[in-house]
Structures are given as C-alpha cells and as structure tokens.
C-alpha cells in the first residue's frame, strides 16, 4: 500500500533517525526556544488507530481518557479544532518510535496505522497553513512534521511514501515549511498576529460583498500589520481594514 495524498499537491515528510538523535538534541530544543507548539506522540505500544488517534489528541491539549473510545473519522475533524493553543510560532506534529505502527493488525478497521497517522498531519499542514486566513478567519500557522524511527525501517517508510516523498532531517536540511517559516519570521518576528480582512474592497478593486456579515478578502501583506518591521503607517492609514472580530461593527 503505497501513501495518497488527500489534502496538498505534494506531501514530503522528514524522517528523523533515531540513531542520529536529531530530534532529542537539536531540533526539539530549537522549536522549544522559538516558542512552537510542539505535539509529540509516542507511537511506541499503538495497537490500534483508535489509540494512535487518542494519543495525538492529547498530544494536542483535548481531554481525552486513557481508555476513551474515539472515533477515527471524528479525530480527523477534532486536530482542526486545537485553537486554544499558542501556535503564532507554529505548530510542529512529531510521530516517535514511528516504526510501531507498521505492526499494528486491524482486520475490521478503515484505517492503516502508519497512513493514518501521515494524513492526520498531512491534514493539519493543510487546515492550518492553507486554510486559516484564507477561509478560516484566523492566523495562518506555520506546521512542521516528521517522524522518528530507526535507519533500518526507512526502506519500508520509502515503500509506504514513495522515496521522493521522503527526506532525512539534518543540519542545513530544507523542510516543505521552511519558505513560510522564514517569510513568517521575517514579516511577523513575535509571532503571527490577528488577521485583517479588506471587506470593502479597497485593495481588491472595488465592493467585493455587500453582507454586512462577511469578512471579506483576508490581506496578507505585511505592511498593513502594526506588529511588522515592514508596517508601513502611512500606507495603512489610507484603508480601513478589520479583525473578523470587528466586521458586524463596521458599515
């Protein structure tokens, strides 16, 4: 069975070995010191996706039993929905001891272990880095990703994924998120700020929706945002843009 993508047109993970200790010594302390949310799930024992799922879950800040029957289907709705935790740095989702997964036997589920657990990040990379902003009324979130497992699995990872869909994470290494991550950084330095919305049109050419209830067209540029070094006064005091917080306010 080899990996379908189901949310983004390429999906590259980064396998982090256990012999290098990569994670453990630089990466985790890294995303640590930079302040990202970071959901680690220990795969080490998962016997079913049910499991797996109520693991992230945790991972993630839900309230979720020990014992607790969750559905497969649900967690993949319920991962979109971790808003109360601070993610303006990002969010990182890491699989340890992925290689448990493999061995994981349901004969009455839906669901492959080690692929379901891909398309639950897969799925959170999508949610929350296309969609937040865009559709979604609020911050974009830079999502990291990988999984740990030892060398000699990643031949059976690269039969699952597809070798051009997997990389080894390393020092220099360029990561699927690492073009957003640093226009994130340069642009919004402490962190993602609420986003703005153009409801009128007036940087889009015109009324773009008369609903008093729309937001209108989310606006990325950074020169519009009082917390970015590019925030431009002058340039910004010339529209009236709004948090979607504030759009039932404004005529």
């Known amino acids: 069975m080899q990996y379908i993508r189901e949310y983004k047109d390429e999906f590259i993970v980064p396998v982090f070995t256990q012999e290098s200790g990569y994670w453990e010594k630089i990466m985790k302390p890294r995303l640590q010191q930079q302040g990202w949310y970071i959901a680690e799930v220990d795969c080490a024992g998962v016997d079913t996706s049910h499991e797996l799922g109520r693991r992230l879950l945790r991972a993630l800040g839900f309230n979720i039993a020990p014992d607790q029957r969750v559905n497969g289907f649900w967690v993949k709705d319920a991962v979109e929905e971790a808003d109360w935790n601070d993610m303006r740095q990002g969010l990182f989702v890491f699989y340890e001891n992925f290689e448990d997964l493999f061995s994981v036997r349901e004969e009455c589920s839906p669901f492959y272990a080690p692929e379901y657990a891909l398309q639950l990040a897969e799925r959170m990379s999508y949610y929350y880095s296309d969609l937040r902003g865009y559709i979604y009324e609020q911050y974009p979130v830079v999502v990291g990703y990988g999984v740990g497992l030892p060398t000699s699995y ?98």
């Open 154 to 251: 990643i031949p059976q990872f690269e039969k699952l994924m597809g070798a051009e869909n997997v990389m080894i994470a390393g020092e220099g290494a360029r990561y699927p998120w690492s073009d957003f991550e640093e226009e994130q950084r340069r642009n919004f330095p402490t962190g993602a700020p609420d986003p703005l919305y153009d409801k009128t049109g007036q940087l889009f050419g015109g009324v773009i929706n008369h609903d008093p209830q729309a937001t209108g067209i989310y606006v990325a540029d950074p020169r519009y945002y009082p917390e970015s070094p590019f925030y431009d006064p002058a340039l910004a005091s010339k529209v009236h843009l709004v948090h979607s917080e504030d759009v039932d306010d404004t005529e």
